[in-house]
């Protein structure tokens, strides 16, 4: 188990094996010393649904926080599996978080905060990165946050 592995146990991450056997569309896809992760939300390793609603009329702010931090964790599985060791990650360099919101939610920034807090505290300044969050009308599957990310591996 690697630095950050140990680390992510402390916080109590456990981060599995994702199957994806039979999937069309790809979790991750590397080219050269890049991994392009695709967008993840709050779902648990079967797939289904950890949370559900839209930030601002179903779920308070506080809860698309947490929508993050899920969806972070769900990340990280397809993650291992992109890199193998996540100390071969160099560093993160772009997250776009989206969230189903309507209602007076316009705090996105400060909710996406779940989901970048979770890579500062496990990588240091490597998990550090660039970040867009902005609202959307609609969710696959209603849930109320969605990410993708793309990370920079070490040569």
Not at 81 to 99: E, Q, R
């Amino acid at each position: 188990m690697g630095i950050a592995e140990q680390k992510l146990a402390e916080m109590g991450i456990d981060i599995a094996h994702v199957d994806r056997a039979g999937k069309g569309v790809l979790s991750f896809r590397r080219y050269k010393d890049l991994v392009f992760i695709s967008g993840h939300g709050p779902f648990d390793m079967e797939d289904k649904p950890l949370m559900q609603g839209t930030v601002g009329v179903d779920l308070a702010p506080e809860q698309g926080f947490e929508a993050g931090r899920l969806a972070a964790i769900r990340m990280l599985a397809t993650i291992k599996d992109a890199v193998g060791d996540l100390d071969n990650i160099d560093y993160f360099v772009k997250a776009l978080c989206i969230f189903n919101s309507g209602g007076d939610f316009y705090d996105m920034p400060a909710q996406a905060n779940g989901f970048s807090n979770v890579f500062t505290q496990a990588f240091g300044q490597r998990g550090q990165h660039a970040r867009a969050a902005m609202g959307s009308g609609t969710h696959s599957r209603n849930v109320p946050f969605t990410v993708d990310m793309i990370i920079k591996l070490k040569s």
